[in-house]
Structure formats: structure tokens, C-alpha cells
């Protein structure tokens, strides 16, 4: 965890391949699939509240927001190594973090996400963005890796590709960094989530 928050400090993200353990990923990957299955996903929409709407031209991914009350135990285990994130960076940079929320995300074949902030327009209680990527396998070629633009607050210039490999989690101030997931040629898979200030 050290490493990320030196990360944090350095350049407002982070990126650590290998931060949950396979078992565990492949195990969430498992209940989102199934979550699927079962047809609990929903299309992903852009905006909020009354503003809310599917626009296909922007991302086309399906969640399944996570409650905090029909936890599975491997939601559990994950939330709790998020909860010692959470007081982390509550301790280190004194963000007043007070909660998590987050969902299951499913990219189809195609899918993809354009540029965006993780912080609505008329709201600023996103602080830190957290995504676990859930894709054993994952080989180049097969797409949906995230773009995030280094300088906070720009859109343009220096960028990062992370692959979305399993088991990899990656950390960025909300309101700051532009990203976008570039399309991808299989399903992908992750948890994608936000602490959030009162």
C-alpha cells in the first residue's frame, strides 16, 4: 500500500499490477459474471439524477452497483482492503474520505468510454477513483486499456496506457485526471468505484 500513496503524493495516481491476488480476482470476476447472467446488469448511463441517459456514443458498458447491505463475502474481503485504503489516504493527505461507492463493470466486445472526470459537474464528493481490473489473460492486442492523461487537469500532451490485467488496481484523484477506456476487443471486466467527502 506504501507504494501507492507514494505514488499519490508524486503524481495524483497510481498503478500496482498484482495488488489483489488471483484467487480472489478471478472470484469477483466469477460473481460478475454470474450477476450477469442472471440479468442484473444494467446499461451504464452519463450525467446524473434528472440527467441521467444511456448515450451509446459515449460508453456502452453495464454495471451492477455494489450495496453495502447484500455484500457477498468477496465484496466484503475487497471493501475491507478498501476501507485500509480509505483510512490511508485519510492519514497521509487528509482528504476527510468518509465512504465507498462503487460497481461491477462489463465491457462488451466494442465497448469503450469516452474522455471524462470522475466528478460530476454539480457535485464534489468524488475525491479518489479506485478501479480493479477483474481479465486473466489479458494480452495486447486485446483492447480496453485506460488512458490517463498525466497532468492533472489535461486533456491533451503526456498520457499512460494501463492494461487491464487481472488482479491490478489503479488510483486517481477524481476531479483531475482525464481518462478514457479504449475500446476492447473482449469482454472486460473491473470494479470501479470512488471515495467520497461528506
Not at 9 to 37: F, V
Not at 123 to 139: E, F, H, K, M, S
Not at 163 to 188: A, M, N, Q, Y
Amino acid at each position: 500500500m506504501l507504494d501507492l500513496l507514494n505514488a499519490m503524493d508524486l503524481c495524483g495516481w497510481a498503478s500496482k499490477p498484482g495488488c489483489i491476488g488471483d484467487e480472489e480476482s478471478l472470484r469477483l470476476r466469477t460473481e460478475c459474471e454470474k450477476a450477469s447472467e442472471r440479468g442484473e446488469l444494467k446499461r451504464a448511463g452519463v450525467g446524473r439524477g434528472m440527467n441521467l441517459q444511456v448515450r451509446e456514443d459515449i460508453r456502452g458498458d453495464h454495471v451492477l452497483w455494489l450495496q453495502n447491505e447484500e455484500t457477498s463475502v468477496q465484496q466484503a474481503l475487497y471493501l475491507a482492503r478498501l476501507e485500509l485504503l480509505r483510512l490511508a489516504l485519510n492519514q497521509r493527505f487528509f482528504l476527510g474520505l468518509f465512504e465507498y461507492e462503487g460497481h461491477f463493470a462489463i465491457y462488451p466486445e466494442g465497448a469503450f468510454y469516452k474522455p471524462h472526470l470522475d466528478r460530476h459537474a454539480d457535485a464534489a464528493d468524488r475525491i479518489v477513483t479506485t478501479i480493479l481490473y477483474l481479465n486473466p489473460n489479458w494480452q495486447p492486442g486485446d483492447g480496453g486499456e485506460l488512458k490517463l492523461w498525466t497532468t492533472a487537469g489535461e486533456k491533451t500532451g503526456e498520457f499512460i496506457l494501463i492494461e487491464p490485467r487481472l488482479g491490478t488496481l489503479v488510483c486517481f484523484l477524481s476531479g483531475d485526471f482525464w481518462h478514457e477506456v479504449l475500446p476492447t476487443t473482449k469482454t472486460r471486466i473491473s470494479i470501479t468505484g470512488w471515495f467520497r467527502q461528506r
